[in-house]
């Protein structure tokens, strides 16, 4: 919004995908996750737009619905874009938590 492009909210919540479900995964697995998600809202969209279709005339609302849809490569794309600097970056921030996590349970004894 404050860009001045509310119609990008849905590419941005594509993007979102890696943050919310596979922050601390590897690049292969984040691919497949985001990619996976993304999907499955394109195809829950193009359902509900088949769902509430009338006759011929909305024909051309599911075609558009579809192509915004399509905003799910874009959102992988992004999600997937630290691979070209960093490979390993999602890999080494989980093992850097699980060690925070070992040091601070040995820490308090338990």
């Known amino acids: 919004m404050l860009a001045g492009h509310t119609a990008w909210a849905g590419i941005a919540t594509f993007g979102s995908f890696a943050a919310l479900y596979a922050r601390d995964t ?5 691919g497949r996750v985001v990619a996976a998600a993304g999907l499955g809202l394109v195809a829950a969209g ?3 737009t088949l769902a ?8 051309p609302a599911v075609v558009a619905v579809s192509l915004v ?6 959102g992988w794309l992004i999600a997937m874009a630290g691979a070209a600097v960093d490979r390993d970056a999602p890999r080494r921030l989980a093992v850097a938590r ?13």
Not at 52 to 59: C, F, G, N
Not at 98 to 104: H, K, P, S
């Open 98 to 110: 699980a060690l925070r996590a070992a040091a601070a349970a040995a820490e308090a004894g338990t």
């Open 46 to 48: 193009t359902i509900g």
């Open 52 to 59: 509430a279709l009338t006759p011929a005339p909305a024909i």
């Open 69 to 74: 849809g399509a905003a799910a490569l874009i």
């Open 26 to 30: 590897h690049y292969r697995s984040r």
